[in-house]
């Protein structure tokens, strides 16, 4: 007996209607990141099926060395296995700007209410810091306190990631948990307009 007992009925539910989905591109082209929260689930929230999009989640959404590396692999994984596909069908070998041939667009979504909003207090972050081993300063980094704020800065540094894909794009959203409304505060952008235009702020 495990607590997830109650969940692998819901599995066998389930499984009993479920039809395999071949590895391809994502139906939506959208790679999702987002809060580990268990009231902010992209699939509840943004109505996701199988095979729609890939999510990434971490405390706060945020784009951590590690998100963006996991970004980089299933950029380079999209681009051997699917890379003509959604353009017209080249070997992807145009270089330059990516809007032509996209690959994917990175959705960062952070929301209101994020518990790591307590760790903007200094008495609560030493003590997480005490607790968990991590370092003060990762962790008063991690605090989402203003959603719209953040992901603005999460948008800002996938897009400078030297390893981020030139046929990916970034959009930043933010998901309101006392209205369950997703609001978009940056559009879609690829890293060539991020670095032609470093200081724009929406
Ligand atoms: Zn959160």
Redesign the pocket.
């Known amino acids: 007996m495990t607590r997830i007992t109650s969940l692998l009925e819901r599995n066998e539910q389930f499984a009993r209607t479920y039809t395999p989905v071949a590895l391809g591109v994502p139906a939506q082209q959208l790679l999702i990141v ?4 268990h ?2 689930d992209p699939a509840v929230i943004l109505g996701l099926r199988l095979g729609d999009a890939p999510v990434i989640r971490n ?3 945020r784009v951590t060395q590690a998100v963006i590396d996991d970004i980089a692999y299933i950029g380079f994984l999209a681009s051997q296995l699917f890379g003509g596909q959604a353009g017209q069908g080249g070997q992807g070998g145009q270089g330059g700007q990516g809007a032509a041939d996209p690959l994917f667009e990175v959705a960062v979504v ?2 209101t ?5 307590f760790l903007a207090d200094p008495g609560f972050r030493s003590q997480a810091a005490a607790a968990t081993g991590l370092p003060d300063a990762d962790l008063e980094a991690s605090a ?1 306190t203003d959603p719209h704020i953040t992901v603005g800065a999460d948008v800002q540094r996938l897009l400078a990631a030297p390893t981020l894909p030139p046929k990916v794009s970034v959009s930043g959203h933010v998901y309101d948990i006392a209205t369950g409304r997703v609001t978009t505060v940056h559009d879609a952008r690829y890293p060539a307009a991020a670095t032609a235009d470093p200081a724009r702020p929406a």
């Open positions: 987002t809060c580990l929260d009231r902010v405390a706060g959404g952070h929301h209410q994020c518990g790591t909003g989402v």
